[in-house]
Every structure is written in structure tokens, then in C-alpha cells.
């Protein structure tokens, strides 16, 4: 049972990364996907979801600036983010099953760092 995030680093203001996460078929197929992040002192936020047949959701601090995507041929999970700013500085987790219908599985975490 796993989920592997990769993408994340650190870039400025106004930059774009890419957020990857490959996991197991029984993790993905027919499962909704999702990114959740977390920043020090902060609440935990679901920032985007997309279920099995592709409907996306997300935030209201990053709609317009990320994109979730999802191939299901590589079980594979994606979160593009554009226009990054500070406050998107975070741990984000990919996680399956986000809003846990039945039981959510979560990845390891990449760090996202945003220099103003």
C-alpha cells in the first residue's frame, strides 16, 4: 500500500511546479484522488480532488492557479500549481480516497517552498 509523491522543491514567487503521485492500482482504480497540504501552525486543507470519472474540486485559495489531473493508464495523480505565492508553502500529500467514503490512504509528503 503506497503512494509516491514527487515534485516538489523550492522556487519564487510566480513560479510553477508539478506534483506527481504513482500508486498502486487498488489505490487508484475507481477511486477520487486528492492533495491535501499542510504548513506549520496551519489547518490542514484539502486543496484539490478529482474523482474517478474526473470532476475536479478545488479550494478557494488556489482555484484558478492548480489543476488536477489524473492518467489513469499509469495510476498516476498530478497537480499542477501556477502563480505560486508564500502562503502556498506547504507539506502536500497525495491521498486516495480524500474524503475518506471509505478508507482514505495517504502518501509521505513532498515539501513545497515559495521565496518571495
Known amino acids: 500500500v503506497q503512494l509516491q509523491a514527487s515534485g516538489g522543491g523550492l522556487v519564487q514567487a510566480g513560479g510553477s511546479l508539478r506534483l506527481s503521485c504513482v500508486t498502486s492500482?487498488?489505490?487508484?482504480?475507481?477511486?477520487?484522488m486528492g492533495w491535501y497540504r499542510q504548513a506549520p501552525g496551519k489547518q490542514r486543507e484539502l486543496v484539490a480532488s478529482i474523482t474517478k470519472t474526473g470532476n475536479r474540486n478545488y479550494a478557494g485559495s488556489v482555484k484558478g492557479r492548480f489543476t488536477i489531473s489524473r492518467d489513469n493508464a499509469k495510476n498516476t495523480v498530478y497537480l499542477q500549481m501556477n502563480s505560486l505565492i508564500p502562503d502556498d508553502t506547504a507539506v502536500y500529500y497525495c491521498?486516495?480516497?480524500?474524503?475518506?467514503?471509505?478508507?482514505?490512504?495517504w502518501g509521505q509528503g513532498t515539501q513545497v517552498t515559495v521565496s518571495s
Open positions: 492500482e487498488y489505490l487508484f482504480t475507481g477511486k477520487d
Open positions: 491521498v486516495s480516497d480524500p474524503m475518506g467514503w471509505g478508507t482514505s490512504f
